[in-house]
Structure formats: C-alpha cells, structure tokens
C-alpha cells in the first residue's frame, strides 16, 4: 500500500504534467515545451516528438 505523502506528490506531478499541452492557445501545435518536460522526466532519454 502507498504511503499517503507519496500519493499526493504523485498526483501533483501528473497535474503539472497535464497541464503543458501539445497545442497552445491558438490551436497550433507547439512541442517545444512538452518535449521538454519529457525530456526532464526521462533524463534525456526520451523521443522528440516533430508531429
């Protein structure tokens, strides 16, 4: 069973994680700041998304 601080970080993670949208206000895709975060959650790991 999860410890009850760690759920609450785990789920304040995954709030700011839904926030940064492929898509910005205008309804364009711009990935520079998703690719970021991605690249911040994986360590450098991840794929960068073009499309």
Request: charged content about 40%.
């Amino acid at each position: 069973m999860k410890n009850r601080d760690r759920q609450r970080k785990n789920r304040r993670l995954k709030q700011t994680e839904e926030r940064i949208d492929k898509r910005n206000a205008y309804g364009v895709r711009d990935l520079t700041a998703y690719n970021a975060v991605e690249q911040i959650r994986t360590g450098g790991q991840a794929v960068i998304v073009l499309r």
